[in-house]
């Protein structure tokens, strides 16, 4: 059974950092992406950065236009897990924060699309005050 759990949110301030770790079980992660969204109510999830295998052991990231620079994903594909660096922290970050993986190498074109997705964790929290 794929399990994805993820650890590492709560409430900071303005400015401040956080950083989300999610591990992956139940199969193997090393090829395929794995990625962040966020969610906040009503509205859909939206995507944060992914990580997508390239051959060898590389991975190239992506990033949504609102966290470049400030977030960095990072990813340890012998442990199966990905994490989130989020720095200089908005109140607009406020969100729940989802891991997700693919069962498919995707193409670049199509890592922001959350219905590429296939395993999802249950979320975390992360408020940022004013």
């Known amino acids: 059974q794929v399990q994805l759990v993820e650890s590492g949110g709560g409430l900071v301030q303005t400015g401040g950092s956080l950083r989300l770790s999610c591990v992956a079980s139940g199969r193997t992660f090393g090829q395929y992406p794995m990625a962040w969204f966020r969610q906040v109510p009503g509205k859909e999830r939206s995507f944060v950065a992914a990580?997508?295998?390239?051959?060898?052991?590389?991975?190239?990231?992506y990033y949504a236009d609102s966290v470049k620079g400030r977030f960095t994903i990072s990813r340890d594909a012998a442990k199966s897990t990905v994490s989130l660096q989020m720095n200089s922290l908005k109140p607009e970050d406020t969100a729940v924060y989802f891991c997700?993986?693919?069962?498919?190498?995707?193409?670049?074109?199509?890592?922001?699309?959350?219905?590429?997705?296939?395993?999802w964790g249950q979320g975390t929290q992360v408020t940022v005050s004013s």
């Open positions: 990580s997508r295998w390239i051959g060898g052991a590389a991975y190239t990231q």
């Open positions: 997700a993986s693919s069962s498919s190498r995707l193409i670049a074109g199509t890592i922001p699309n959350a219905g590429n997705y296939d395993y």
